[in-house]
Nanobody, 120 residues
Framework: QVQLVESGGGLVQAGGSLRLSCAASRSTFNFNTMNWYRQAPGKPRELVATFTNGGSTNYADSVKGRFTISRDSAKNTVYLQMNSLKPEDTAVYYC??????????????WGQGTQVTVSS
């Protein structure tokens, strides 16, 4: 079993910054992608950022230019640097690790989530 532990959430004013961390219980190289999702009240969970094993990154349009995902392989940790935060960024943020096991199948693991609240 894989454990993912998020930290770094909190309350911040609009325009501020936060850095989320996701510590994995095994090397992140074991997974094809490390991802950050978020879920706001009454809304579906959405993909925010992806870091692939090849080192490429992808972002939701709503966070491009403001959020940066990165990895410290020595610490088995993935980060999400969030700048210029907006009230609409308020959500529970979840770390996700995904390993593709076939053309259309995968195994994934989730962290417990960390609350980010941005006040206006």
């Amino acid at each position: 079993q894989v454990q993912l532990v998020e930290s770094g959430g909190g309350l911040v004013q609009a325009g501020g910054s936060l850095r989320l961390s996701c510590a994995a219980s095994r090397s992140t190289f074991n997974f094809n992608t490390m991802n950050w999702y978020r879920q706001a009240p009454g809304k579906p969970r959405e993909l925010v950022a992806t870091f692939t094993n090849g080192g490429s990154t992808n972002y939701a349009d709503s966070v491009k230019g403001r959020f940066t995902i990165s990895r410290d392989s020595a610490k088995n940790t993935v980060y999400l640097q969030m700048n210029s935060l907006k009230p609409e960024d308020t959500a529970v943020y979840y770390c996700n690790a995904r390993l593709w096991t076939g053309a259309s199948s995968f195994t994934q693991y989730w962290g417990q989530g960390t609350q980010v609240t941005v006040s206006s």
